[in-house]
């Protein structure tokens, strides 16, 4: 069935350290990746997404990397500044329109 | 542009009760997706609409959850009877449809079921 895990859970990394948070998908078909930042009391909010067709795509501090022969992409946060903390979601979309969200990191930023 | 917008932002309620959560999709956009994510989860589809039709709800409770979009815009989600086990935020997001990917959430409602 549609999976998506993510690793790791929680996550603390000193303010200026960069952050790595992982996620492997079940579903050859998949070819959209997208990454969601949630603040507290907010809903996610879509902060990069990569397309199969990409290995990587960048925007200022925050990177995503696809690779689609082991089923894994990752998202990197560089630079890490206190607003960065909060819960991160990686999804897949398993060839359809239908998005199918990890378990979430929660990423705290140590000043 | 505005986001998506939901209503209530809180909700409570006994078990047993009826509740509807009100969405309103950002314009020109298609697909509206309403979403359950229960407390240190991730969000969970329930449906899918592209315009009025639904697309997949597979993932809904249909003895005790409906949802509607009428005129393929706003939508309403409703509970009747409400379980304790219920209590979640509901997220509603919308996308362009026609192959674009690309969801946008709104706050969602925290609903509390006693």
């Known amino acids: 069935g549609e999976n998506v895990e993510q690793h790791p859970s929680t996550l603390s990394v000193q303010e200026g350290d960069s952050a790595v948070i992982k996620c492997t998908y079940s579903?050859?078909?998949?070819?959209?990746f997208p990454w969601y930042k949630q603040e507290l009391g907010k809903g996610p909010q879509l902060i990069i997404d990569?397309?199969?067709?990409?290995g990587e795509k960048k925007d200022q501090r925050i990177a995503v990397t696809l690779n689609k022969t082991a089923k894994h992409f990752s998202l990197h946060i560089t630079e890490t500044q206190p607003e960065d903390s909060a819960v991160y979601f990686c999804?897949?979309?398993?060839?359809?329109?239908?998005?199918?969200f990890g378990t979430g990191t929660r990423l705290t930023i140590i000043p | 542009e505005a986001g998506v917008a939901q209503s209530p932002r809180y909700k409570i309620i006994e078990k047993r009760q009826s509740v509807a959560f009100w969405c309103n999709p950002i314009s020109g956009h298609a697909t509206l997706y309403w979403y359950q994510q229960i407390l240190g989860q991730g969000p969970k589809l329930l449906i899918q609409?592209?315009?009025?039709?639904?697309?997949?709800d597979s993932q809904l409770p249909k003895d005790r959850f409906s949802a509607e979009r009428l005129k393929g815009v706003d939508s309403t989600l409703k509970i009747q009877p409400a379980k304790l086990e219920d209590s979640a935020v509901y997220l509603c997001?919308?996308?362009?449809?026609?192959?674009?990917?690309?969801?946008?959430f709104g706050q969602g409602t925290r609903l509390t079921v006693v």
């Open positions: 609409f592209q315009n009025n039709g639904v697309v997949d």
């Open positions: 999804a897949s979309n398993f060839g359809n329109e239908k998005l199918t």
């Open positions: 990569i397309r199969s067709n990409v």
């Open positions: 579903d050859s078909a998949s070819n959209y």
């Open positions: 997001a919308s996308s362009l449809g026609q192959g674009s990917t690309e969801a946008f």
